[in-house]
Antibody, heavy 119, light 112 residues
Framework: EEQLVDSGGGLVQPGGSLRLSCEVS????????MSWVRQAPGKGLECVANINQDGSEKDYADSVKGRVTISRDNGRPSLYLQMNNLRIEDTAVYFC????????????WGQGTTVTVSS | QSALTQPASVSGSPGQSITISCTGTSSDVSGYNYVSWYQQHPGKAPQLIIFDVSNRPSGVSDRFSGYKSGNTASLTISGLRAEDEADYYCSSYTSTSTLAAVFGGGTKLTVL
């Protein structure tokens, strides 16, 4: 079964850091672009970062650029999101998702991990 | 980047059909045939139900259909069932962001 399992969320103070992880199983990870998509409480979906198959290309939303880094380990296989200088507005459920680049669609999703930024 | 525009809510009775619209611009919806739709039940992850405007992934019911006309894409659900009650999001390729994907604000479907 193709599966993504998110972890690493938690409660952090403004200015703090977190590292989210996404464990992958059931498919050939190194053939796919991967993404992190977040959903603030009661709000819609927002793609915040993408990474290509070998990690040589990374893209970020303006809302997180300079504060987050997406990375991957094709040997594990796992996807990561290092989040620094967190802001209250970063509070959200973060989902890792497999991107089908040819259709710009997200066909497999993790269950989500909750990040709460609060003092 | 700007989100695609969806109605906040729609409703229908069991057995009826409903349509959810998703309006964009020439930089996304009307410029490319890369519109996707997602179903999200409360507390769950989104699930892809339509890609490339009108294609269904394997295992998705044929009660779900998509189409596009100009700047507006639409998702139609026929033969409404109680389990269709959920939030629905559209997404499109966008040429205005290196992220490539932009989402709509979401539509809450209520089955009366």
């Amino acid at each position: 079964e193709e599966q993504l399992v998110d972890s690493g969320g938690g409660l952090v103070q403004p200015g703090g850091s977190l590292r989210l992880s996404c464990e992958v199983s059931g498919f050939n990870f190194n053939r796919y672009w991967m993404s992190w998509v977040r959903q603030a409480p009661g709000k819609g979906l927002e793609c915040v970062a993408n990474i290509n198959q070998d990690g040589s290309e990374k893209d970020y939303a303006d809302s997180v650029k300079g504060r987050v880094t997406i990375s991957r380990d094709n040997g594990r296989p796992s996807l990561y999101l290092q989040m620094n200088n967190l802001r209250i507005e970063d509070t959200a459920v973060y989902f890792c998702a497999r991107m089908v680049r040819s259709s710009v669609s997200f066909d497999i999703w993790g269950q989500g991990t909750t990040v709460t930024v609060s003092s | 980047q700007s989100a695609l525009t969806q109605p906040a809510s729609v409703s229908g009775s069991p057995g009826q059909s409903i349509t959810i619209s998703c309006t964009g611009t020439s930089s996304d919806v009307s410029g490319y045939n890369y519109v996707s739709w997602y179903q999200q039940h409360p507390g769950k992850a989104p699930q892809l139900i339509i890609f490339d405007v009108s294609n269904r992934p394997s295992g998705v019911s044929d009660r779900f259909s998509g189409y596009k006309s100009g700047n507006t894409a639409s998702l139609t659900i026929s033969g409404l069932r109680a389990e269709d009650e959920a939030d629905y999001y559209c997404s499109s390729y966008t040429s205005t962001s290196t992220l490539a994907a932009v989402f709509g604000g979401g539509t809450k479907l209520t089955v009366l």
